[in-house]
């Protein structure tokens, strides 16, 4: 069954560094999201990439992230300058269509020192 | 944002019987729902969804139930197995756009 790649599983940075996260979604899929959950805390959105543009984003979702497709598979997430709150699992998604299952990778730890 | 609530965050099943999980949620607009299973180290992964079209959805052993009054849903397993164990979360989304998640129960299928 097709699934959603995520590289690496863990990434450690220091503290104002920049990283970047990888995702490879489901194939035929069209649209991408990024979710991120803090530990102990709930799963919650981010931004959400349909047709090369970000078509929805999160108040977290501020000047430090960014999204890209930088080609026909992968689908990444930048963060600038990490901040310790940064720190977190994040879970790219990939869904055929905006109203179809989300498909969830599984997930990159970030832990920023 | 208390928008999706599961308010029970463990249940314990014995194995062949029914697993209950139950979701509120307080936003009106949201028309699409879902449940994901998690286990530990892994992403979440889709179980079932159901639109507010409708007020039930099954496929094999899962059955979700949609009580748009109620602004409820729940997620019934039957029979429970012990393969089963793992946090289920619901979550709901309005004019499919972001899903909302709700905290997650543990659901244990003893033997």
């Known amino acids: 069954e097709p699934e959603v790649t995520q590289t690496p599983s863990h990434q450690v940075t220091q503290m104002g560094q920049e990283v970047i996260l990888r995702c490879v979604p489901i194939s035929n899929h069209l649209y991408f999201y990024w979710y991120r959950q803090i530990l102990g805390q709930k799963v919650e959105f981010l931004v959400s990439?349909?047709?090369?543009?970000?078509?929805?984003k999160s108040e977290i979702f501020d000047d430090q992230f960014s999204v890209e497709r930088p080609d026909g598979s992968n689908f990444t997430l930048k963060i600038r300058s990490t901040k310790l709150e940064d720190s977190a699992m994040y879970f790219c998604?990939?869904?055929?269509?905006?109203?179809?299952?989300?498909?969830f990778g599984d997930g990159t730890r970030l832990s920023i020192l | 944002d208390q928008q999706v609530k599961q308010n029970s965050p463990s249940l314990s099943v014995q194995e062949g019987r029914i697993s209950i999980l139950n979701c509120d949620y307080t936003?009106?607009?949201?028309?699409?729902f879902l449940w994901y299973k998690k286990y530990p180290a892994e992403g979440p992964t889709f179980l079932i969804s159901?639109?507010?079209?409708?007020d039930k959805n099954e496929d094999g052993r899962f059955t979700v139930f949609l009580n748009k009054s109620a602004k409820h849903l729940s997620l019934h397993i039957v029979p429970s197995q012990p393969g089963d164990s793992a946090v289920y979360f619901c979550a709901a989304s309005a004019t499919a756009s972001k899903l909302t998640f709700g905290t997650g129960t543990r659901l244990q299928v003893t033997l």
């Open positions: 159901i639109s507010s079209i409708k």
């Open positions: 936003n009106s607009m949201f028309d699409y």
């Open positions: 998604a990939s869904s055929l269509g905006s109203n179809q299952p989300q498909h």
């Open positions: 990439f349909y047709n090369n543009e970000i078509s929805e």
